[in-house]
């Protein structure tokens, strides 16, 4: 099967005799001089005007010749026939762009992505969390199922996946803080199935920040859960080695890009994006990642904000042989390899989606004493609200849930405020016990 993929991406097509110019989409509004333009289907954006297809008309599901791409639907039929079109730039429909409005030259689903504000949230944490908890433990239950099914039959549900992403983009537009509180338990036992559910949801609440609508957000939350689906078909000895993969071992385990695309790729009502995020995620903006060596202009935005999503819960993940990394140590991994690796301005706008202090993370308060944060403060962004687990003495208690923007004060008369982000492990905290049901809902009730 791998011999077969590699001759995929590797064979050439025989190139029509005409004169043809490959460049990406962001090219065609500043070359107006081109006239036919051999354009990737992920490239392209509703205004462009397709003259030809690269198969004969009469075996595509399109009725006119030449058309003027007006809708989402004709994109997505377009993406599902095609591998590449011809564009005529001189055809293709005036955009109009706000020059105050800042936008990038990728693309997200066809058309320019704007970086807006994220949305006022639904509901609380308190109110989300019941309904949060039920959702992320069904929807890992699926994700599973997901699994499994591909290691036994080779297919996936996606009817069933946009349902589960459709749950967890309900839950995050009430409050991004309750899922993201979810999603810091770590099982090393589980990391694939949870890694998926966790990037998917990252990448929902990444694309909240920036404005996404409540579709984009479906879109991309599906390209998060299926990301590393072709990881099911790669060896469980190499997937599940207990070290640091060998060289030979470590293209196997590259593999599971181009296994996962053409898994998603023959699965029926696949949204083409996550198709091809699958492929890409690893690729980097320098042209160094893997298995194309594609660079920036080749990526879409989904792509793109997968890829951080993957990277972070990747290094603050507890793996078979190593333990997680802090919040801290994530984001400057990240931000060490923005611009060459991942894209440098979503990398911020993901570490402004999390906070300085993000849900579920423990922080050791000035005074000594620990505690689990809950929710992020929108106003005091160095105060949220937090659940205290262990006194100044690191004693366990059952403690409230306090809100330290409202200047609490410890037994001294200090004004309690947040340290530093610690590791569990090195206080011998059972982190997992915090994150099952109901015990932070006991943490809200001492307050009432």
């Not at 949230?121 to 908890?133: C, N, S, Y």
């Not at 931000?335 to 060459?340: K, W």
């Not at 923007?405 to 016990?433: H, T």
Request: glycine content about 6%; charged content about 25%; some cysteine.
């Amino acid at each position: 099967m791998w011999q077969k993929i590699l001759e995929f991406f590797t064979k050439k097509k025989k190139k029509k005799k005409k004169k043809l110019v490959s460049v990406s989409a962001s090219a065609l509004e500043e070359n107006s001089s081109i006239m036919l333009i051999q354009t990737p289907v992920q490239n392209l954006m509703i205004g462009m005007y397709v003259a030809e297809l690269d198969i004969p008309w009469l075996e595509s599901p399109f009725m006119f010749q030449g058309f003027l791409v007006e809708t989402e639907k004709e994109l997505e039929k377009l993406r599902k026939t095609c591998q590449y079109v011809y564009v005529d730039s001189s055809k293709q429909k005036k955009r109009k762009i706000n020059t105050n409005t800042k936008i990038k030259s990728n693309q997200l689903g066809g058309q320019a992505l704007i970086f807006g504000k994220p949305p006022k949230r639904l509901g609380t944490f308190e109110k989300e969390i019941l309904r949060a908890e039920l959702n992320y433990k069904d929807t890992g239950i699926l994700v599973c199922g997901f699994m499994d099914k591909i290691v036994s039959d080779g297919s996936i549900d996606a009817k069933l996946a946009k349902e589960a992403v459709s749950t967890c983009v309900n839950s995050i537009l009430h409050s991004p803080d309750a899922f993201l509180w979810l999603s810091q338990l770590k099982h090393k036992d589980q990391y694939t199935a949870q890694h998926s559910l966790n990037v998917c949801v990252l990448s929902i609440v990444l694309g909240r920040h920036i404005g996404l609508n409540e579709l984009h957000l479906n879109q991309v939350g599906l390209c998060g859960m299926m990301h590393d689906m072709g990881k099911m078909l790669v060896p469980l000895e190499v997937l599940n080695k207990p070290a640091i993969l060998e060289e030979d071992e470590l293209e196997i385990m590259r593999s599971h890009t181009t296994l996962g695309y053409e898994l998603l790729k023959s699965s029926d009502d696949m949204f083409y994006g996550a198709v091809e995020t699958a492929l890409t995620h690893h690729e980097h903006l320098d042209g160094k990642g893997y298995p194309r060596k594609i660079n920036s202009n080749n990526m879409s935005y989904y792509s793109n904000i997968v890829a951080i999503a993957d990277m972070y819960d990747a290094i603050t993940s507890d793996r078979v042989y190593r333990k997680g990394r802090t919040h801290h140590v994530a984001t400057k991994a990240m931000l060490d390899v923005s611009g060459s690796h991942l894209d440098a301005e979503l990398v911020v706008k993901f570490i402004e989606s999390l906070g300085v202090y993000p849900p579920g993370c423990f922080v050791e308060l000035n005074n000594g004493s620990v505690a689990i944060v809950v929710e992020q403060n929108s106003r005091f962004k160095l105060r949220p609200k937090v659940m205290m687990i262990l006194d100044e003495d690191k004693n366990s208690i059952e403690g409230s849930v306090i809100d330290i923007s409202e200047m609490v004060f410890d037994k001294s008369g200090s004004v309690l405020s947040i340290k530093a982000i610690i590791n569990p492990d090195d206080y011998q905290i059972d982190s997992e016990k915090y994150y099952q049901q109901g015990v932070i809902q006991k943490g809200f009730s001492k307050n009432n």
